[in-house]
């Protein structure tokens, strides 16, 4: 009983969306790329957040362990999603820049690192830095997509509900008989253009707050894995 009531609602749907008008069906195909688009990259970040996760746990555990530098620099490409080895690579290639002597090849991954002849702690920092804005920004790729649709979706669909009303209106201005059952199925298919705008919107708005989360833990570790380089290098190598 309950799969015939459901189909015979989804066929009711499909019949107001035909019956619709060009500006209607303008309206619900604008709000249909919308939601679409927004699910590709529901999912494209779903999968890419799950592996930057990792990637960074990996990455973090191995620097934890690890005794040489070099070596952990060299296996950086192992980690292409972490954030945690994009900023590693930025300050190890830094470091090697002021402790390059004149005599030492031109391979950073080979470079002899020699305590006591850092020039300038401030300047790996600053490069940190740097290197971690660049890595937000790419786990930041396509979230405005996700605010706009959230914030723009309600009110197209609302501007397809105003204008189908105004028509509804107006053909029941023309007609002879004025009855709700004149105007209501008028208004139902203008409504269906809200309902669709919500649909857009509301998976939208929830994916953008909880990646914005995920956005500000990723945050979080960047600033704190950059704190514990910054001492490992200021521990072992010094301030000239």
């Given at each position: 009983m309950a799969l015939f009531i459901a189909q015979g609602s989804f066929g009711s749907f499909?019949?107001?969306v035909g019956n619709s008008g060009p500006i209607a069906?303008?309206?619900?195909?604008?709000?249909?790329?919308?939601?679409?688009?927004?699910?590709?990259?529901?999912f494209q970040k779903v999968r890419f957040y799950k592996e930057v996760g990792q990637q960074s746990?990996?990455?973090?555990?191995?620097?934890?362990r690890t005794s040489s530098l070099s070596?952990?620099?060299?296996?950086?490409?192992?980690?292409?999603q972490s954030p945690l080895a994009g900023i590693f690579k930025g300050g190890y290639e830094e470091l090697s820049q002021q402790m390059k002597s004149p005599e030492s090849e031109d391979d950073s991954s080979q470079l002899a690192l020699n305590p006591?002849?850092?020039?300038?702690?401030?300047?790996?920092?600053r490069v940190l830095q740097k290197t971690a804005h660049t890595e937000m920004t790419v786990l930041e790729t396509f979230l405005p997509w996700l605010a706009t649709t959230g914030a723009v979706s309600p009110f197209i669909g609302l501007f397809g509900t105003v204008i189908g009303i105004?028509?509804?209106?107006?053909?029941?201005?023309?007609?002879?008989?004025?009855?709700?059952?004149?105007?209501?199925?008028?208004?139902?298919?203008?409504?269906?253009?809200?309902?669709?705008g919500l649909f857009a919107a509301i998976p939208a708005v929830i994916a953008y707050n909880h990646f914005l989360n995920r956005l500000k833990?990723?945050?979080?570790e960047m600033d704190d894995f950059s704190a514990e380089f910054l001492n490992t290098v200021e521990r072992s190598f010094g301030v000239s």
């Open positions: 499909w019949s107001l069906q303008m309206v619900l195909l604008i709000l249909l790329f919308f939601s679409l688009f927004s699910w590709g990259i529901i746990q990996e990455f973090y555990e191995r620097f934890r070596e952990l620099y060299s296996k950086c490409e192992r980690f292409p006591g002849t850092l020039k300038s702690l401030s300047s790996v920092e105004i028509n509804a209106f107006q053909g029941l201005g023309e007609g002879a008989v004025t009855t709700i059952q004149a105007v209501a199925p008028g208004i139902s298919e203008a409504l269906v253009a809200t309902a669709a833990l990723f945050g979080v």
